[in-house]
């Protein structure tokens, strides 16, 4: 109607770092895609070997190759290439295992409250959809690094490593992480305090990956040596 104010609709970029995830990747922008309203995909390939990047430019992504190697790095390079217009930007993994139906919620949140920079999808509060999505190892792993960042920094998040987050675009402008690997959640929670915002976890449900599994238990070192030396972030 005329002289009615528009909505507002927040302008989404996701971000997918991606290493042979043919088998994942096409189903995962799939389904943000009808999640969102036209999202703009960035993926960033970590030199896939398999039909990763032709199946991501075949859904109409966006997709730069990563110079060197792991999760933080390729987050490193996507910030790079943060859209100018974006409000808020999704990540996730390209495995399949987030379902993006979650994503709508984490976006409301963000924009009710502008005190919050970042919506963590807890998958320990959701349902697990199969047995494979954790093993007692993994489960136990990542429930051990959570009590650590909350013990160490202060954190009180029940899933503070869940690869499904949305922050506002702002707080990630000039981040230059020092992570190379999975230790780069810990170290987002960090930048999000750090520009003065709080962190809010959703329950979220989790299924089993699509394709070769990346994160392993040894992983947990390093994620574990992050989490103690941003304590001493000056």
Not at 10 to 15: E, L, S, T
Not at 19 to 42: D, K, M
Not at 118 to 124: L, S, T, Y
């Amino acid at each position: 109607m005329q002289g009615q104010q528009e909505e507002h609709m927040p302008y989404i970029q996701v971000i997918l770092a991606a290493l042979n995830e043919e088998e994942g990747i096409g189903l995962t922008i799939a389904e943000l895609q009808s999640h969102l309203v036209s999202p703009h995909v960035l993926v960033v390939d970590g030199k896939s070997s398999d039909r990763t990047v032709e199946v991501a430019k075949s859904m109409g992504a966006d997709v730069i190759l990563q110079d060197g190697s792991g999760k933080g790095d390729a987050l490193a390079k996507a910030v790079k290439y943060l859209d100018f217009a974006a409000d808020y930007v999704v990540i996730t993994d390209a495995d399949f295992t987030y379902p993006a139906e979650f994503v709508p919620e984490m976006i409301e949140i963000l924009e009710r409250d502008q005190r919050v920079g970042m919506v963590i999808g807890n998958r320990f509060k959701g349902e697990i959809n199969s047995q494979k999505s954790f093993t007692n190892a993994f489960y136990l792993g990542n429930r051990l690094l959570a009590f650590a960042q909350n013990v160490v920094n202060g954190f009180k998040l029940e899933d503070p490593l869940s690869g499904l987050r949305v922050v506002r675009k702002e707080i990630l402008e000039g981040w230059k992480p020092k992570s190379k690997g999975f230790d780069v959640e810990a170290e987002m929670n960090y930048r999000v305090e750090q520009k003065g915002f709080g962190i809010i976890e959703i329950p979220i449900n989790y299924r089993a990956r699509l394709g070769e599994k990346k994160l392993k238990l040894r992983h947990g070192f390093g994620i574990l040596r992050r989490i103690i030396s941003e304590s001493f972030y000056t």
